[in-house]
């Protein structure tokens, strides 16, 4: 048996199998036939070919669906995410990272605002026996069944604390966090989630989702450059060029770093206001836990905002892997506790 963590996010599907971790775009791409496979020069940086077929229809994912494909897909609805989006993007992340016809038992999550709707249906879509066809850089094509025994839906933030409580064996590693309250604040790219757990207890009243993620400070940015250059860019293609503070358009280079500056402080207040607000009668938490890819993004514009101690984020840990990281340890902790990590077969 296998277990999965998969981490299914607006902006990034992300996965690990406690050995080997994958991160790719959010984005699906219509199948084209490419006539040329191989790299132009050698030195160039490897692209990571993600290409599955799931019922009947191949899909180019990530980075090969924003390079290759004329009609691409991407959502920040959560119904339409769900229904359309889910089943491919957790079936190409679980084809590359465990072994044929191997059980698979997947733990995953929901934005805490979308949990109590969608958590049976996402179950039931991953839930079996799931025959795919896997297509490698080089155009060679493999039959693989994924079949997922278990599926445990859970709360999106709880990955994080689960990563922070839990070792590789999934078993308490820190007893002092399940004495204390912990606040915890995920900033992904379409929500933030907030929840706290006190003494390992779930609190309904600390828990929201809201629209604070980094797609709203995206949207702002897409909006100045198509002011100024009349090109409407996909927020899945700004991520690049926000983190290198420049982006260059029909040969034009617009410098990023002022606005970014800007909304990034922006959102990081809109985020601090809404913890103030949601945990005005938890003045009692002993630690504040930012998390995601958004939390290590806003992390130098929020922490001094908020009241409290807050727990620092590792410049050298990928902050985009907490939750998923999370998820599978949860999953040692559910199924095979104590068990060391076994090696994937090919």
Not at 59 to 68: D, I, N, P, T
Not at 212 to 225: D, E
Not at 230 to 249: C, M, P, Q
Not at 263 to 283: C, I, M, P, Y
């Given at each position: ?111 805490i605002g979308h949990y109590r709707q969608h958590k049976d249906e996402l179950a039931k879509i991953l839930q079996g026996e799931h025959r795919v066809v896997v297509t490698d850089g080089e155009g060679k094509r493999q039959e693989k069944t994924v079949n997922v ?73 897409a909006g100045k450059l198509r002011e100024k250059s009349g090109i409407n860019i996909e927020l899945y293609r700004l991520y690049e060029a926000v983190e290198r503070g420049s982006i260059k358009i029909r040969g034009k280079e617009y410098d990023l770093k002022g ?88």
């Amino acid at each position: 048996m296998e277990i999965l963590g998969i981490d299914i996010g607006f902006g990034f599907t992300k996965a690990s199998n406690g050995k080997d971790s994958l991160i790719f775009k959010s984005v699906l791409g219509e199948e084209t036939d490419l006539q040329f496979r191989e790299k132009l020069l050698m030195g160039g940086e490897a692209e990571d070919h993600l290409q599955i077929e799931v019922d009947g229809k191949s899909y180019f994912l990530g980075e090969l669906a924003e390079r290759q494909s004329n009609v691409r897909f991407f959502t920040l609805d959560q119904g339409q995410f769900i229904s359309s989006f889910a089943k491919v993007l957790a079936l190409a992340a679980a084809a590359r990272l465990v072994g044929g016809f191997i059980p698979v038992n997947l733990v995953t999550g929901l934005p805490i605002g979308h949990y109590r709707q969608h958590k049976d249906e996402l179950a039931k879509i991953l839930q079996g026996e799931h025959r795919v066809v896997v297509t490698d850089g080089e155009g060679k094509r493999q039959e693989k069944t994924v079949n997922v025994n278990k599926v445990r839906v859970v709360p999106q933030p709880f990955g994080s604390l689960f990563n922070l409580m839990l070792n590789d064996i999934g078993e308490l590693r820190d007893k002092r966090l399940v004495k204390e309250k912990i606040g915890i604040i995920d900033v992904g790219f379409r929500t933030s989630d907030y929840t706290v757990s006190d003494k390992m207890r779930y609190s309904e009243r600390g828990s929201r989702t809201t629209d604070s993620g980094i797609a709203r400070a995206f949207s702002v940015i897409a909006g100045k450059l198509r002011e100024k250059s009349g090109i409407n860019i996909e927020l899945y293609r700004l991520y690049e060029a926000v983190e290198r503070g420049s982006i260059k358009i029909r040969g034009k280079e617009y410098d990023l770093k002022g606005i970014t500056e800007q909304v990034f402080g922006q959102l990081a207040t809109a985020v601090a206001n809404e913890v103030d607000r949601l945990w005005v009668d938890d003045w009692d938490i002993d630690t504040m836990v930012v998390t995601g890819g958004g939390g290590a993004v806003l992390a130098k514009h929020l922490q001094p905002l908020l009241n409290g101690q807050v727990n620092p984020i590792e410049a050298a840990v990928d902050a985009r892997l907490n939750n998923v990281k999370g998820y599978w340890k949860f999953g040692k902790h559910l199924w095979a506790r104590g068990v060391a990590p076994s090696t994937a077969e090919g």
